[in-house]
């Protein structure tokens, strides 16, 4: 079992930057395997992939945050973070964290993220 905590959600103009953190209560990267990333979900549309992060340190983006948002982990912490800079509002949306760990997928309860004026 793995339980994920997000923090650092908010209601931020458009141009900002806010950075999310996501704190599991286990080691995720102790398998080649196991990865963390960030998805949202904004109302009416499905939930859709913004980054994960690899074992090794590798990730993607999806193409929509590329040169905007930037995922980093802090391994001693179980941490993994989601720096959003020259936020939009099509950024709003409830941030998810998600952990796969040995085959099964955990999310966290979600933070929102508001971009508005």
């Known amino acids: 079992q793995v339980q994920l905590v997000e923090s650092g959600g908010g209601l931020v103009q458009p141009g900002g930057s806010l950075r999310l953190s996501c704190a599991a209560s286990r080691s995720i990267f102790s398998n080649n395997n196991n990865l963390m990333g960030w998805y949202r979900q904004a109302p009416g549309k499905q939930r859709e992939l913004v980054a994960v992060?690899?074992?090794?340190?590798?990730?993607n983006y999806a193409d929509s945050v590329k040169g905007r948002f930037a995922i980093s982990r802090d391994i001693a912490k179980n941490t993994v973070y989601l720096q959003m800079n020259s936020l939009k509002p099509e950024d709003t949306a409830v941030y998810y964290c998600k952990a796969t760990y040995n085959g099964y997928d955990y999310w966290g309860q979600g933070t929102q993220v508001t971009v508005s004026s």
């Open positions: 992060i690899f074992i090794g340190g590798g990730t």
